[in-house]
């Protein structure tokens, strides 16, 4: 049995989340939420689907993504966050998502967006053999509608389905 699990975020997980998130150390890496617009992830609205990662049976992290299926075939990891880095623990977390995208019906690829700044993030990213990518002006409008458009300094990664399947 793996020490790393993954489970549906409950409104009650809500002050770990807020403190993971607003940690001096994460808030130069990653967007800052409100309370409400967490419990709406959490609620699954618009798509999302908010989970809570766990080591060894305590939180030890979350993750946001967007159901982009009907839009462009794929997912959108719009964040994760590990409280303890460069153990494992995000790099875990991230094979057991991408595994149970590959058996839902429709999932292509997973994208996400990443900060040139946030090193750490983009060498797990290539890792588990995400690429930096350029969509073309529609591919970019059909993203955006479930997911977010690249600011300054920050860029597109994808993976596709079929190399990763039976990887691991």
């Not at 808030?27 to 409400?36: K, P, T, V, Y």
């Not at 967490?38 to 979350?62: K, V």
């Not at 719009?78 to 409280?83: D, G, P, Y």
């Not at 994208?111 to 995400?130: E, K």
Request: charged letters at 30%; aromatic letters at 10%; hydrophobic letters at 40%.
């Amino acid at each position: 049995m793996s020490a790393v699990r993954l489970r549906r975020t409950r409104a009650a997980d809500l002050p770990f989340v807020t403190a993971l998130e607003r940690h001096p150390d994460n808030r130069e890496l990653i967007g800052q939420w409100s309370d409400a617009l967490h419990l709406a992830a959490i609620a699954g609205d618009e798509g999302r689907e908010h989970r809570i990662i766990e080591h060894h049976g305590a939180p030890a992290g979350y993750m946001i993504s967007y159901d982009g299926r009907a839009e462009y075939g794929g997912v959108y990891l719009k964040r994760i966050l590990v409280a303890d880095k460069e153990r494992g623990t995000g790099f875990a977390a991230l094979e057991l998502f991408l595994e149970e995208m590959w058996q839902r019906p429709g999932v292509h690829f997973v994208w996400l967006c990443v900060r040139a700044a946030n090193t750490r993030a983009f060498s797990l990213y290539r890792a588990l053999g995400f690429r930096r990518f350029e969509p073309d002006a529609d591919e970019s409008a059909r993203l955006a509608r479930r997911g977010d458009v690249p600011g300054e300094d920050v860029f597109r990664m994808r993976l596709i389905g079929t190399p990763y399947r039976g990887r691991g």
